[in-house]
């Protein structure tokens, strides 16, 4: 009778340190799924300045050969066809012999940790690019 009495308590030491790991499991998995979220919506707010950047650029670099607003911002839109360009605004500021394009999009967080650490719905993301215009002096 001894040995399935001590075979017994060895069964239920065995289910409790189950249920442990478990819970250890789930508190341990959660926490990486959330890590893994917010590094996933810092990646996509770096990609969004990368490409803010990239269409500052064609933006610029159009207009430093014309003069047409609508050519600069359709450059710049076309560097960001794959985002959402209701989200962006451009602004062309020709003053003197320079071009300057300036784009700002609004980033929208999927993971709600991230919401809860910036205190508002979405970041701003801002990029600006300026070349001289070409025919236009030195100096």
């Given at each position: 009778m001894q040995t399935n009495q001590n075979f017994s308590t060895r069964q239920q030491s065995f289910q409790e340190e189950a249920g442990q790991s478990?819970?250890?499991f789930a508190l341990i998995a959660t926490t990486l799924m959330l890590l893994f979220f917010v590094i996933i919506d810092l990646?996509?707010?770096m990609n969004i300045y990368t490409y803010l950047a990239g269409a500052a650029q064609a933006g610029a670099r159009a207009g430093a050969v014309s003069s047409d607003v609508a050519v600069i911002?359709?450059?710049a839109q076309t560097r960001m066809s794959g985002f959402n360009t209701e989200s962006m605004t451009i602004v062309?500021?020709?003053a003197g012999n320079y071009t300057e394009v300036t784009l700002t999009y609004v980033f929208v967080p999927i993971t709600p940790l991230v919401v809860s650490a910036l205190g508002t719905d979405a970041l701003t993301l801002s990029n600006m690019a300026r070349i001289r215009k070409l025919?236009?002096?030195g100096g």
């Open positions: 478990l819970v250890e990646g996509r707010a911002e359709a450059a062309v500021n020709q025919g236009s002096g």
